[in-house]
């Protein structure tokens, strides 16, 4: 197994549509300002080209290990696997498209060795496409089960977990009813577990968001998300009328165009990040 270290980096990879972004996101966990972390690229189960370029960085470090499914399972299974093999006593997301803050896993590290309270912490996000940052993403600084109601109070790749409370709570669902919504219905099994996260009110993550994103964003995702949001406001003991449009909302929104929605967003969080100081 291994000495331990401090952080595990999980980062779930499959095929991606852009090997430069790949890269620059295993950049920003090599300069981290804390050292003490090991980055587990797991690959979803890539065919040829992109099993090979996805391979070949763990020569970039020592400490990049690379994994590999013969089967493309969904970030639930890619998560488990990590953190079945990770050494951390620290546990971060981070996606493959996106860029951390240099300072991102001292900052989390930090704050979970002094607030015992919390089993994880996440932050706020820039939102960044090819034009550059044009958005800021603000998260609920100390998240209550009302905060679910709207969308996950928690930005998945900016979180940082307490490696044992991951593991206590069974780490994630990769139940096919739950793809591409694992990380929601995770949030809601710790909150009603009593399990509790804090977001740091500074940006520590880019966070990939074009147009094509919402595009992906299927209708079967949306009716999976329907799903999600049904069981976990019954978990936290929310439920009559008062939340079924926000249990319909994902419906809601896949009536919209992808670049009507887009530009929706841009408008909102542009206006959010217009005096924002940007990433330390």
Known sequence: MGESVKVTVAMGVYEPRNLEQLRLAVQSILDQTCGD????????????????????????????????????????????????KGRGAFFARMDHDDWAAPCRLQRQ??????????????????????????????????????DFLYN??????????????????????????????EDYELFFRLHQR??????????????????????????????????????GFRRLGMGGAAVLPYVGKPLLAAAIPGPVHHYVRRRRFWEQGENCRGLP
């Open 37 to 84: 972390w090991e980055l587990l690229l797991y690959d979803d189960g890539s065919r040829e080209p992109w099993r090979r370029a996805i391979a070949s960085l763990h020569r970039l470090d020592s400490r990049i290990r690379c994994l590999r499914g013969e089967k493309n399972r969904g970030l639930g299974w890619a998560m488990n696997q990590c953190l079945e």
């Open 152 to 181: 996950s109070p928690y930005l998945h790749p900016t979180v940082t977990f307490r490696t044992a409370a991951l593991k206590a709570a069974g780490g994630y669902d990769p139940s096919p009813r739950y793809l591409l919504c």
């Open 194 to 231: 009593g399990m509790r996260g804090y977001n740091l009110q500074e940006p520590l993550l880019r966070y990939w968001e074009d147009c094509g994103s919402l595009r992906r964003r299927t209708f079967s995702r949306r009716l999976r998300e329907v799903r999600v949001r049904a069981e």
């Open 109 to 146: 590290v930090a704050f979970l060795e002094s607030h015992p309270q919390y089993q994880w912490v996440g932050s706020n996000a820039e939102l960044t496409d090819a034009g550059g940052v044009w958005g800021l993403q603000r998260m609920p600084q100390i998240p209550e089960k009302r």
